[in-house]
């Protein structure tokens, strides 16, 4: 089955929060005019085939979100997973997800996100197999995407993963004509890699930093030359339970990392703020010391910092188990840097752990 973008209100309904039993692994986004999007993906019982993604928006600052405004749907035989909101230079909202077991990367665009009807480009590909993260503009203008082919016959649920027929790594692709081609340029293969999720960061010295996912915490690796080369990988120093961060530039010039700090798990979810580069981090506002609280995405608007992640997906259940014993949560915290700096809320419209979506059903 090709994929279906669904947009027909409709439609959508079999998409509904009514309808999923788990969900996660979310990504944010904010336009110009602030109107916040948020994308999860759900199907099924687990992360198997038959995952689908969805869209939400919010046009309260995040207090509030809709049901599905839009659907990605591959059908029962593949699974439509990891999706990643990005707004580029050209203020241009990009839905990326990725397919699997046909290991692709695709994604749609919406010209003008601030528009009462949003109106979506047809269906593209980019190289790679997943790309979890937001892309960035290199020093040379470029923009830089973060996809990734994991390694051989790595697997999430049922789906398969890569078959051993592509090279595998933390990739650099580089777009210099708004996306209408991209070029590899360099790749970092780290040791104890797992999913890869990896980040790039540009540093103000020129050079471009690569974060990534690993069973020991974050690796690290650095290009001298905008991403074609690498220096061999080493252990950041960051630690975590082998899961998703969160790190990039604010437009203080500081550095956000948002990770588990002080961890038994996936729980004590933190923003910290680095004012030297990445050599060190203060403030450490504490956004949720539960546990099962995962995956953070990030963007900046206005003065404020918007956090997504979830809680207790529900996933990984057995078919008959009730699965309202998991809070099925996506949560938002919209903070400030002063906020994150004094590591405590300071700044009256902050607030933490905001409802993105609830899910209620039982099987």
């Known amino acids: 089955m090709s994929t279906r973008?669904?947009?027909?209100a409709e439609a959508l309904t079999a998409y509904g929060s009514?309808?999923?039993?788990?969900?996660?692994?979310?990504?944010v986004e904010v336009t110009a005019h602030g109107r916040v999007f948020a994308t999860l993906y759900s199907g099924g019982v687990t992360e198997q085939n038959g995952n689908f993604s969805v869209l939400l928006t919010s046009t309260d600052g995040g207090k509030t979100f809709s049901e599905p405004v839009a659907a990605v749907d591959v059908g029962t035989e593949e699974r439509a997973y990891d999706s990643c909101l990005w707004i580029d230079p050209r203020g241009r909202l990009w839905y990326v997800w990725a397919v699997m077991p046909q290991n692709r990367i695709e994604y749609v665009l919406c010209e003008d996100p601030d528009a009462e009807i949003l109106r979506w480009s047809g269906i593209g590909e980019i190289p790679g197999d997943v790309m979890l993260n937001k892309p960035v503009v290199g020093q040379d203008g470029a923009w830089?995407?973060?996809t990734a082919v994991w390694k051989d016959h790595l697997t999430t649920g049922s789906a398969g993963g890569n078959d051993g027929t592509k090279a595998t790594g933390a990739h650099v692709y580089a777009t210099e004509d708004g996306g209408r081609s991209f070029t590899r340029r360099g790749t970092v293969i780290a040791r104890e890699r797992w999913f890869d999720e990896h980040m790039l960061l540009p540093m103000k010295n020129g050079d471009l930093e690569m974060y990534i996912r690993t069973a020991y915490g974050i690796?690290?690796?650095?290009?001298?030359?905008?991403?074609?080369?690498?220096?061999?990988?080493?252990?950041?120093?960051?630690?975590?339970?082998?899961s998703r961060f969160y790190v990039g530039r604010l437009s203080s010039g500081n550095i956000l990392l948002v990770n588990h700090h002080g961890f038994r798990g996936r729980d004590h979810l933190t923003a910290m703020i680095s004012r030297d580069e990445g050599k060190t981090f203060e403030g450490y506002l504490m956004l949720d010391e539960r546990n099962n609280v995962s995956y953070p995405d990030v963007k900046e608007h206005d003065g404020n910092i918007y956090i997504i992640y979830d809680r207790e997906?529900?996933?990984h259940y057995r078919p008959d188990r009730d699965y309202s014993s998991a809070a099925r949560e996506i949560l938002l915290a919209k903070v400030t840097e002063a906020d994150i700096l004094a590591g405590r809320l300071i700044t009256p419209t902050s607030a933490l752990r905001q409802i993105v979506s609830k899910l209620t059903t039982k099987q």
């Open 18 to 27: 009514d309808q999923r039993l788990w969900q996660g692994i979310p990504s």
């Open 144 to 146: 830089l995407f973060p």
């Open 313 to 315: 997906r529900g996933a």
């Open 5 to 8: 973008f669904v947009t027909e």
């Open 219 to 242: 690796g690290k690796a650095v290009s001298h030359d905008g991403g074609y080369t690498f220096d061999p990988d080493t252990d950041s120093g960051l630690g975590g339970p082998n």
